[in-house]
Each structure stands twice: as structure tokens, then as C-alpha cells.
């Protein structure tokens, strides 16, 4: 579960990030986070990930108070986060499957368990065969792949999706949103940042959209296949 | 944390060494230049120190004895001179053998005129006393006056302030150069492991985000650190030692006057080659290891 209450950011520069947010997403929730350039839309995540904290108000995450947590406390709150990043953020130095065994060796799983674990989310993903492959040798769009399997493969209760569509072929971008829905639907919470209308009204569900740091709109659109 | 969990971090690093080629050989060749110049300045530094401290034990206060002295006064000042604390060495230099040597080392014309002389020997009995600690020798001299038989006392005061003054001034420049190379060497190993880190600042971020601890993450960078460090301290080790011994063998040869007025000979490298190992080793592992830790440590804010 996902929350703000009343939160705003302002930055050291003077510009307010954030103004006021109120939003709850409960555990399951898909939505979808909208907005232009500057509207606050990075801000939101870097609050959720706790990489900033709030100027004031409160945001609870998982059942963490990002107020209060410690900051030793900080890597827990993440391990029950999956991220994926627009510009993938693999670590060009490990295999694909390195890459994803490395978020269980972080939470000090069994080597058995990651043995089975990560071909499991590798073929999830349909990447089964590229397991000893290194991220510079696969294409925008398996290299998102393998950054959404890294993201959900310790069970994460919310993952997050930062215009996850934004490096790679509009094509494939339908395929990624699938997925995400396909995890979402086996109860993991979901929180996609775009500024992809056309994925938007082709998905349909919660959509959140951030104007100069307001929430301007967040209710329940219907999907269809016209934007594709 | 598992055992597994330990050998993958170890394996981590032992493996970055080699991933990060390019950086992690830029890290060894700093190092090892830099272990190379200060250890070789040390070294130069010990043995400059050894060759002033082999020509400064060699300075003797002469003690000239009463001409009325008895065997029996002689064996007791013996003992007694042996009693000062800043005395090494004592020796007992008969009037007899003195007239003797002195004789032996004239000219044959100088022999035939002192046969005109009265056959008496005028030279006094004495001991030639050696001092551990120059710079008290005026207080030892003192000490040796007051004994009854003592006439009076020779000691090369001036020549053992020009040593002292040369001792402190080689130890001041040796210490000045060390510690200025050291200062230099540190610059340059923090700049390039910083490098080397911030090169891979991406990668620590990621970790991050994944919900890496601190430790999980510095682990392998501090493993890694320290390999490079180790490997370039064998390196410079091995450059040292061929450049010691090259050295060793020339000024040897150049300094054998020196070895005429007591110095000391060098260091050989046998001799010192345990602590040199030590120390390059020591040295080598603790940068390497902390440098790349100390530096990865910046990137973890996040």
C-alpha cells in the first residue's frame, strides 16, 4: 500500500516539486501516473524509493512510514520494491542472469532457490535463452525485459515502472505493459509512470495525472484497442 | 549472512579485478610506482643513517694516564671507564706498545736520530674509549676527568658536532622527501581508485536501488582494492629488490673509502628483505583495500 498525505517537496533551487499531495494506492491497484515534463512525476518516485524526503506531509510505503525509517532501514524498504527504469539500468559488467541473481544474493537467499528463481522470471519474461547474455548484446526491449524480471523476482509487493516505454520500440512497448498487467494480476501492486497517452487509453484503468506538482485528475479510465 | 553469500562477494571481487581491466591496471601501476619511491627512499634513508652512525661509533675520546699509574690502577679503571653508561668500547693502550708503534712507523733516518736521544720512552699510558651517543660525548669526557689517575682527555669535539649536525640534517632531508612522496602517492592513489570507482558509479546505484546494504556493496570493492594492492606491492617488490641490489653493488664499490673511516657497509637486501616484504605488503593491502573503499563509500548516498 502506497500513500501520501499531504506531501510536498520543495528543492534547495526553490522550485516546488510537489504541492499538497494526497494519494492512496491500495495493494493489487494498477495505475497509471501521468504528466508532462516538470510536473512531479520523478519527484513521486524518488519519494517512494526514498531517495528524497518530503519538505513535509507524510508518504507510508509498504507499511514503512518514509518519515520515520532509519537509514539503515532504507535498503529493507527497497527490497519490497521492484524498479524498472526508462534507460534499463543493468549492470553491463554481469550476465542477464547475474543481473537478476543479484537482487536474491542481496537478500541473502539460498543458492537452490536462485538456481530455480531466475529462469523462472527469465522465461516469464521470454528470455529463457539469453540467460548467459550480457545486457550491450540484447535489444532495448529485452534489456527492459530483463529489468522487469529483475524487478519482480524476490516477490515484490509494488513494483514501480518509470516510463518503462520510453527506450524502446512503440511495438514492443505493448508487450512490456502487458506484462506489467500480467504481474499486476497475481496481486502485485503496479505503478506505471508514462507520458505515452495512447498506451494510457489502450490499457484503461486508474490514471493519476501530476500538473505542476497537483494531482489535476485520478479516476478509473475504460481501455480499447484504438491507440495501438 | 551464508556462507554462499560470503564466497559470491569474495568472488565478486577477486573477479572485478579483472571486469574492470583497464581501471584496476591503472590502480596497480600508480601503486606500484608509489610503493616503489617511497620504499626506495626509506631504504636510502636507513642506510645513509647507517653509514653516519658506523663512522660516529668510531670516534674515541683518548684518556691520557699519570706517569706515577700501577698496573692495579689500570685494571681498576678499566672496569670503572667499562661502568659508564655511554661507553661501547674500552681499550688499554700501553706507553710501551705506543713507543713501539711509533718506532715502527718512523723512516729509517728518523730511527738513526733518535738513537742521539737517551733510549727514555716519553709517551703516557692511555685508553681509547668509545662512545655510544655522540652528542653527550662532552658529558662522558667530564666523567672521565674526574678519576684520580687521569692526567687529561683528547676527544674530537668538533668533528663529533659536524657528524651530529650531519646525522640530523640526512634524517631531516630523508624524513622531508619520504613524507612528501607519501603525501604525493596518496593524491595520486585516492585520485585513480576514485576514478576507478566513479566509473562504476552506475553499477553502485543500481545496487542500490535493488536494496544492497552498504557492506554488501563495499565487500567486493574491498576485496578487489586490496588484490590490486598486494599485486603491485610483489611488483614493486621485485622491481625494488633488482634495484636495490644493482645499487647496493655500485655504491659499495664507490664508498669503500668510507668503509676506511668505520662506515658501516649497506644493508644487504637479504638482510632486510623480510621487513621490506612486511612492509610493501602492509602497505600494498591497506591502501588498495581502504582507497577503494573510502571511494566507493561517496557513491552509496543514495
Given at each position: 500500500m502506497v500513500e501520501f498525505k499531504d506531501v510536498s517537496?520543495?528543492?534547495?533551487?526553490?522550485?516546488?516539486?510537489?504541492?499538497?499531495?494526497?494519494?492512496?494506492?491500495?495493494?493489487?491497484?494498477?495505475?497509471?501516473?501521468?504528466?508532462?515534463?516538470?510536473?512531479?512525476?520523478?519527484?513521486?518516485?524518488?519519494?517512494?524509493?526514498?531517495?528524497?524526503?518530503?519538505?513535509?506531509?507524510?508518504?507510508?510505503?509498504?507499511?514503512?512510514?518514509?518519515?520515520?525509517?532509519?537509514?539503515?532501514?532504507?535498503?529493507?524498504?527497497?527490497?519490497?520494491?521492484?524498479?524498472?527504469?526508462?534507460?534499463?539500468?543493468?549492470?553491463?559488467?554481469?550476465?542477464?542472469?547475474?543481473?537478476?541473481?543479484?537482487?536474491?544474493?542481496?537478500?541473502?537467499?539460498?543458492?537452490?532457490?536462485?538456481?530455480?528463481?531466475?529462469?523462472?522470471?527469465?522465461?516469464?519474461?521470454?528470455?529463457s535463452d539469453k540467460m548467459k547474455t550480457y545486457p550491450e548484446q540484447l535489444s532495448g526491449g529485452e534489456q527492459q525485459r530483463v529489468a522487469l524480471a529483475r524487478a519482480l523476482v524476490n516477490d515484490p509487493k509494488l513494483i514501480i515502472a518509470d516510463e518503462p516505454t520510453g527506450n524502446i520500440d512503440p511495438e514492443l512497448s505493448y508487450d512490456i505493459v502487458e506484462l506489467l498487467k500480467g504481474i499486476n494480476e497475481c496481486g502485485t501492486t503496479v505503478l506505471m509512470v508514462t507520458h505515452e497517452h495512447n498506451l494510457v487509453r489502450y490499457f484503461g484503468g486508474r490514471v493519476i495525472s501530476l500538473e505542476n506538482g497537483s494531482i489535476t485528475f485520478d479516476e478509473m479510465v475504460g481501455g480499447s484497442d484504438a491507440g495501438k | 549472512m551464508r556462507v554462499s553469500s560470503a564466497g559470491y562477494l569474495v568472488k565478486q571481487g577477486v573477479t572485478g579485478v579483472w571486469k574492470n581491466r583497464m581501471m584496476s591496471f591503472a590502480s596497480f601501476c600508480i601503486m606500484l610506482v608509489s610503493l616503489m619511491l617511497v620504499g626506495i627512499s626509506i631504504l636510502a634513508g636507513i642506510n645513509i643513517s647507517r653509514i653516519i652512525s658506523g663512522i660516529e661509533a668510531q670516534n674515541e675520546i683518548f684518556v691520557v694516564l699519570k706517569p706515577e699509574v700501577t698496573q692495579a690502577d689500570i685494571d681498576k679503571l678499566y672496569v670503572e671507564f667499562n661502568n659508564i653508561s655511554n661507553v661501547t668500547d674500552v681499550t688499554f693502550y700501553s706507553k710501551d706498545q705506543a713507543w713501539a708503534d711509533m718506532i715502527a712507523d718512523m723512516t729509517q733516518q728518523e730511527r738513526e736520530a733518535m738513537q742521539y736521544g737517551n733510549g727514555d720512552n716519553p709517551l703516557p699510558d692511555t685508553f681509547r674509549v668509545k662512545i655510544a651517543d655522540l652528542e653527550i660525548m662532552d658529558i662522558t669526557s667530564s666523567q672521565l676527568t674526574t678519576f684520580d689517575m687521569v692526567e687529561s682527555i683528547q676527544s674530537p669535539e668538533s668533528f663529533a658536532t659536524a657528524l651530529i649536525s650531519l646525522r640530523n640534517v640526512a634524517a631531516l632531508i630523508t624524513s622531508a622527501v619520504v613524507i612528501a612522496l607519501m603525501i604525493i602517492c596518496l593524491v595520486i592513489i585516492s585520485?585513480?581508485?576514485?576514478?576507478?570507482?566513479?566509473?562504476?558509479?552506475?553499477?553502485?546505484?543500481?545496487?542500490?536501488y535493488v536494496g544492497a546494504t552498504n557492506s554488501f556493496i563495499r565487500i567486493p570493492f574491498f576485496i578487489e582494492g586490496m588484490l590490486i594492492g598486494i599485486l603491485a606491492a610483489i611488483g614493486a617488490l621485485i622491481l625494488t629488490r633488482f634495484a636495490y641490489i644493482e645499487l647496493y653493488n655500485v655504491i659499495t664499490e664507490q664508498l669503500q673509502g668510507l668503509q676506511m673511516m668505520g662506515s658501516k657497509p649497506l644493508y644487504s637486501f637479504s638482510s632486510i628483505s623480510t621487513y621490506v616484504t612486511i612492509a610493501y605488503l602492509a602497505a600494498g593491502t591497506v591502501i588498495g583495500a581502504l582507497g577503494t573503499t573510502i571511494s566507493a563509500g561517496k557513491y552509496l548516498k543514495v
Open positions: 517537496v520543495t528543492y534547495s533551487s526553490g522550485v516546488d516539486a510537489l504541492d499538497g499531495i494526497n494519494l492512496r494506492i491500495n495493494d493489487g491497484d494498477f495505475a497509471f501516473i501521468v504528466g508532462s515534463n516538470g510536473a512531479g512525476k520523478s519527484t513521486l518516485i524518488k519519494l517512494l524509493l526514498k531517495e528524497i524526503d518530503a519538505t513535509s506531509g507524510t508518504v507510508l510505503v509498504n507499511g514503512y512510514n518514509l518519515r520515520k525509517i532509519r537509514r539503515r532501514k532504507v535498503s529493507m524498504l527497497r527490497r519490497t520494491i521492484g524498479v524498472v527504469f526508462q534507460d534499463f539500468r543493468l549492470i553491463p559488467t554481469m550476465t542477464v542472469y547475474e543481473n537478476i541473481a543479484f537482487v536474491l544474493r542481496v537478500i541473502d537467499a539460498p543458492k537452490k532457490y536462485i538456481k530455480t528463481r531466475v529462469p523462472y522470471v527469465l522465461e516469464l519474461v521470454g528470455l | 585520485n585513480t581508485t576514485r576514478t576507478s570507482v566513479h566509473a562504476r558509479r552506475k553499477e553502485i546505484n543500481i545496487m542500490k
